[in-house]
């Protein structure tokens, strides 16, 4: 399961900007669905959330901007996990057009229940389990290109 989660979707024109472009914002909407599909694949989808009254917040990203993105292209991010405990994860997305690298990001995700208030919390072990399932190998990911300053979890 350390393949990594596909996400696909083609740039809207409403993304574009004054450069003619795609708005550094859309990346980040872009990269925001990425990391949904890859919570929906581990167990953190919708159902879960109104189950158990928890969800996840994002808690820190960075993102490399490496080529132009233009109106309608087709592109797909690739997500994968790069470590994790038992309250958080790390992940790593490759954003691409064809084979062309056009962004990197990587974000910490934060799993918190809602109440009485939010407040971290332990995933459940079975999503623990799919995480473990999910993570890359260590040597793999020291092999990643474009990686932000140090996140740990």
Known sequence: M???FEYH???RTEWIDYNDHMRDAY???VFSYAVDAFQDAVGLDAA???RSGCTIYLVEDHKHFLREVKRGAAITVETRLLDHDAKRFHLWS???EDEAVLAVAEMMQLHV???PGPR???MPEE???RLRAAQMPADAVADLPHRARPISV
């Open 2 to 4: 350390t393949d990594p």
């Open 9 to 11: 979707t083609t740039v």
């Open 27 to 29: 990346y980040g909407l």
């Open 48 to 50: 879960y959330r109104a």
């Open 94 to 96: 490759v954003m691409r």
């Open 113 to 115: 229940a809602r109440d």
């Open 120 to 122: 971290v919390a332990p």
């Open 127 to 129: 999503i623990q389990a």
